[in-house]
């Protein structure tokens, strides 16, 4: 897998404490480009954050260190729990995936960045979800076939060949 330039751009749209549980990820997309994202980030005005965004050439921007709790879901819920920021990482597309389908270096990238925490937090495809399903009726991030793809992928690379 190829490596993906990462830069950080801390966010100031945070909570330090409690500590951020990291039982998953949900996935988004940010409709913004790669740049204009990461400005709307670091804006305090904004009060919204991820962990970390991808752009169209996989290049990722850390926003918040996955320790603390990006401000990314709202009023949210998985797996009978509210509260989706406290125990999901917030992972972002630079792209609106209603109109443009996820470039493979964005797939790939979110694939290096999941990989050295998969087994560290002992993750299944189960863990993993996108806005659109912990926020419905309110958000509609991914496109429905774009996270069929990325989950597609995401248990291609990690799971087990039985």
Same mark, same amino acid.
């Given at each position: ?8 751009? $801390? ?32 804006? $305090? ?25 990006? /401000?990314? &879901? ?26 443009? $389908? ?15 925490? /998969? ?6 495809? &189960? ?8 926020? $419905? ?26």
């Amino acid at each position: 897998m190829p490596s993906f330039t990462e830069i950080r751009r $801390p966010s100031p749209n945070f909570s330090a404490t409690p500590a951020h549980e990291k039982l998953g990820v949900c996935f988004h997309h940010s409709v913004m480009d790669f740049e204009a994202t990461i400005l709307h980030m670091l804006s $305090p005005e904004s009060r919204v954050s991820y962990h970390v965004l991808i752009g169209a050439d996989g290049t990722r921007a850390t926003l918040v260190p996955d320790d603390h709790v990006a /401000w990314h &879901a709202g009023v949210s819920s998985f797996h009978g729990r509210n509260n989706c920021n406290a125990f999901l990482l917030g992972v972002s597309f630079a792209v609106d995936t209603r109109t443009t $389908p996820l470039t493979t270096a964005q797939i790939a990238s979110a694939l290096d960045w999941l990989a050295p925490r /998969w087994l560290r937090h002992g993750w299944t495809p &189960a863990c993993m979800t996108d806005h659109r399903q912990v926020a $419905p009726g309110r958000k509609d991030d991914l496109a429905p076939r774009e996270w069929l793809r990325l989950l597609a992928a995401i248990s291609e690379h990690f799971l087990p060949v039985v």
